[in-house]
């Protein structure tokens, strides 16, 4: 699907890419990959949510451009990526996608700023241990997302009762019934579901168009996958410096999920929660996201980071220890 369909005016309107480039998954699954800003800048590796796309970066990217190589990719079935078979939705599967990007856009040995948002942070989780992350990864921020229990901590269906409230989540983001039209009704429920009570008309109109953009058995096929998410032994061996953003009022992804995921990080480089804001945290405050990012640019990726031997060698004993502590 093209994403001209998600276009929106304003900084909701993604940046021109300056290179486009596919990636090809280790199943072969081919995905959409855009490059913005100049290149031999430090560079930036965006990945997005479920039923979003490249699009929903938009305002991030575009300020992160002016002095960073921003990249950002398509999630198999999103945006201009084609979706897979029925068995190629995994967060195995995830974290190889990512895998493919790395290889695809960055050089031998060269680092990146990885930040994944929902879905996207979850890539980031699966992938912890496998070679191209560990090769590439200079430090890491998850926006907006969470680890396992998804269903049962999510607040979209507030019911008491548990078990009721995970049967009624699944069912209800599990559908694969089509969304329509951005209609004023769909654009005042997204608002309910993914976003807080400060999203303007703009924001949500911007996400509606992406989200609704999304084929429909696309999204239930990946809210199986989300729905049946254990990420939480991954946390122990992401390694790298990870920072966290989350918004007070997630209904998704509430923020409990954020503060799970901070506990157990061995190297939490900040935890940032925003007041009032909803799942949707790059769009409904992009500047928190773009600050976040800029200082793990300036901590981890610029001049005076280790040598790669080091860096490597310690990122070898990090590793063992975690697998010795975790066997």
């Known amino acids: 699907m093209s994403r001209l369909l998600h276009r929106a005016p304003g900084p909701y309107d993604p940046p021109v890419a300056v290179r486009e480039l596919t990636a090809v998954s280790a199943d072969g699954a081919r995905l959409h990959v855009e490059m913005y800003g100049p290149e031999g800048a430090p560079a930036v590796v965006l990945a997005h949510g479920w039923t979003c796309s490249t699009a929903f970066w938009a305002p991030v990217a575009r300020e992160l451009s002016t002095g960073f190589r921003v990249i950002a990719y398509d999630q198999r079935g999103h945006g201009r990526s084609p979706a897979a078979s029925p068995a190629g939705y995994t967060t195995g599967v995830l974290a190889e996608d990512l ?33 191209a992350f560990r090769a590439h990864a200079a430090a890491v921020l998850l926006c907006s997302t969470g680890s396992s229990r998804l269903l049962a901590d999510s607040r979209v269906v507030p019911l008491r009762n548990e078990r009721m409230r995970i049967r009624l989540h699944r069912a209800l983001l599990g559908s694969s019934l089509p969304l329509g039209p951005v209609t004023p009704p769909a654009r005042r429920l997204l608002k309910y579901v993914t976003m807080g009570d400060g999203a303007t008309p703009e924001m949500i109109t911007a996400c509606a168009r992406i989200v609704h953009a999304c084929p429909r058995r696309v999204r239930a096929a990946w809210a199986r996958v989300l729905g049946e998410l254990d990420l939480g032994a991954n946390l122990e061996r992401l390694t790298v410096p990870t920072a966290v953003i989350a918004g007070t009022a997630d209904r ?63 990122n070898e004993r990090t590793a063992a220890k975690v697998k010795e502590e975790t066997s």
């Open 99 to 131: 895998e493919a990007v790395l290889g695809t856009v960055l050089e031998p040995g060269e680092r990146a700023v990885l930040a994944g948002h929902s879905m996207g942070a979850m890539a980031l989780m699966a992938a912890a241990e496998r070679a």
């Open 252 to 314: 998704l992804t509430p923020i409990v999920q954020a503060r799970r995921i901070v506990a157990a990080l061995p190297d939490c480089a900040g935890f940032t929660e925003l007041a009032g804001r909803g799942h949707m945290t790059p769009v409904e405050q992009p500047e928190a996201v773009v600050a976040v990012i800029r200082e793990l640019v300036r901590d981890h990726l610029a001049a005076g980071e280790p040598p790669a031997a080091e860096r490597d060698e310690h």
